[in-house]
């Protein structure tokens, strides 16, 4: 059979399956505004890795947004629903029961909220194994008899108890919607898989110009090449390594259909020149009736795999074979394992080979190489864990801040690494600093969860039709290999609390969840005995649903599943859970935006200060000041927003004190960095207590100037607010010290003259 004949025998197998889904019954009400729930909610996982990879605020607003809308949409479906169940005009219609996964995002949510009631002991009371315990008591003793919240931040805690609210909304929504139809869920994997290539190719552009693109530029502060929109590559690894898992489920369901083999008409009497000769020609029979959904999908876990290879990133290139692996031991038999690894390496040895035309071998290679001594190369962050488990044991249960752990780590840094860890770089002890053992728990239990949904599902395979049985396999697969690479990147990236990546496990979350809670032939669990009497039970029924593909059930249950909801108490009470996720996110939406907003400006005061020798850098700095006091208004705890408004004003301070000392001054930028460093806090206050041993008049006449700068622009009162605010944020502290020994030389250098 040549390549015309085989490309004509599968054009028409393929009419001739879509002619037979000519009669379909007419799409409700409530199943429109469930698809369009399901579109919004796969575009808001798309939209959020854009968005930095999920580090700003920006990223947790859309989230936020996009699972309120979807959210709103499933519930008005659901009363829909409950219409036409209780007039009888559709039958068809069913409920999908409450996930464990909802559960699990809800109540790491409520142990946000837990933190921010303010019933506790103060946080800096508590730490009694801090490096230096005995500034508690100095810094804030009239504390000790209040009452305020657990976490040390309370701005940061409510923008990661929205983005949790926002995972639980969006499970609960994929869930159900992908459990009715099987193309929602192949049009879920190809929208989430179109989304993962573009990021991988972005990146490489990225790479490529060894520049930032465009709409990661906006909202960078630092001067890092980014991988695509992702600030971290090993973040932009981490979110692949979980989309890997979706486009490998993709390519299961798109190789479902049928195609058309050649027979077999050889034999080995012939030769074995002949026998290559017609294995060759089947071969090319196979090729020529791939259509163009099945090979983009293959192309789609190609580019995907090259993508997290070329991130060089260590973790992400584990993950990914550790993934793999997962999934292969998830088929549970030696045949699915065997065909399993056969297939997957074919595809493995396209993106090595592609990533050996793009010239990203090397690098691989070499980042590899370094696992031969990981601890060496890990040494600084063995210590800052080391350190920042020392918080573990003054807030046991429920930790110490959700969110906040750039902050919960500093009074406890014993060794000094010169780096600033905003993230642990392992979200299990980012887990258990910033939420205690409860969170641990939790954390591990949407793990535990993925891993016994992929289990289960796969031990269905062998008792469900033929027609069904692809389905339980790419789901199986999904669920193994996505939780599989998110173990490795959890032991040594923060990826996994990001935005980006915790949605995309959402979604995996809520595909095994859904198709879990559709399944309403058997109990959860089988002995051999009702496998066995299951699998010679009568014959399949097809049974066409919403979307027009036809799933199987037994005949004596045909007419028992059109006119019953399953676990009617549990969807009801599912719909009342929905209800109030959604009116509780409100709050969190609001303040994301408000956070959102504050980023923004804070970027635009970081660029400020780097460039003082501008020439409208007063101006600028002035309009970007008045902006950002009137954005902390409707946030006035955020953390960043306060240390911008510091550090502007300090800098409108220094160019106004600047043209009082050198009012004529017209010298090159180096001199004018030159003149700028000797202008600042720590180099003012050191020159100052030498010419008042000097020259005490000279000292007098620069003490007088300063005051008159102090007048006009008060650095110190924005200074000492953001340190009552937040006193563990990285500078917080030094910069009303810098403050108070200009202003009074007189004061001494103690916490208690700090305090007044």
Known sequence: MTLLEAWKRQQFS???????????????GSERLEIIALGISAATLNVVPWLLGGFIPHARLALLAGAIVSGLLVLLARVLQRFARSSQRDPHERLTPLSPAVLLFTAMAMLGLLQLLPIFQPPLQAMHHAAEPVLRNELQPEAASKYSPRTVCTADTRLATGQYLALAI???????????????????????????????????????????????????????????????????????????????????????????????????EKGFREFV????????????????????????????????????????????????????????????IVFFAVATSLLVAVSIGLITLFEFDEGVLLELSTLDSPVAESTGRLEHWSDSLRAVADFPLIGAGLGCYRMINQPYVDHDTRVWFQKADNQLVETVVECGGIGLLLYLGLGVFAFSQALRISRRVQTVSRHRRPLYIAISLIAAVSSGTLVVTSLFDYATGLPAVAGAFACVLGIAAGRH????????????????????????????????????????????????????????????????????????????????????????????????????????????????????????DDPDGLDAVTRLTELRWRTSLLKALRPEFSGDQNEFRQLWQALSPPELAARLIWLRQASPDEAAQLQQIIDQRFDEFPWHTAAAREFAAVPFYPGAATHPLFALALRNPDASFESAALQQ
């Open 170 to 268: 969006l499970t609960g929504v994929i869930a159900e919607t992908v459990s009715k139809s099987r193309k929602r869920l192949i049009r879920l994997l190809a929208f989430q898989a179109a989304g993962a290539c573009t990021v991988t190719i972005a990146g490489w552009l990225s790479l490529f110009d060894q520049q930032p693109l465009g709409i990661a530029e906006q909202w960078m502060i630092g001067r890092t090449i980014p991988f695509g929109p992702f600030v971290n590559p090993n973040n932009a690894a981490g979110w692949l390594c979980v989309q890997l898992g979706m486009s490998l489920g993709l390519v299961i369901l798109l190789f479902d259909e049928r195609i058309e083999k050649p027979k077999r008409s050889y034999n080995f």
């Open 517 to 636: 809670n559709s399944d309403e032939e058997a109990p959860e669990s089988r002995t051999k005995r009702e496998a066995r009497r299951h699998r010679h039970g009568p014959p399949d029924v097809p049974v066409n649903d919403s979307d027009g593909e036809s799933e199987t059930t037994s005949a004596g249950d045909h007419e028992h599943r059109q006119h019953r909801d399953p676990r009617p108490g549990l969807t009801r009470r599912s719909t009342w859970m929905y209800g109030m996720l959604v009116l509780a996110s409100f709050p969190f939406l609001a303040d994301a935006w408000a956070a959102a907003r504050i980023y923004d400006l804070t970027v635009a005061a970081t660029r400020l200060q780097r460039q003082p020798e501008a020439a409208d850098t007063d101006v600028l700095a002035d309009r970007v000041l008045i902006d950002l006091q009137q954005a902390l208004q409707h946030r006035p």
């Open 14 to 28: 393929s009419a001739t399956r879509n002619s037979s889904h000519t009669a379909q019954r007419p799409t409700t």
């Open 277 to 336: 000769a017609r294995q060759v020609e089947r071969l090319q029979g196979r090729l020529s009736a791939l259509n163009s959904a099945q090979i983009l999908g293959s192309l789609s876990f190609v580019i995907i795999a090259a993508g997290i290879a070329s991130t060089l990133s260590r973790s992400g290139i584990v993950g990914a074979i550790f993934g793999l692996l997962i999934g292969a031991l998830s088929r549970l038999q030696i045949r699915g």
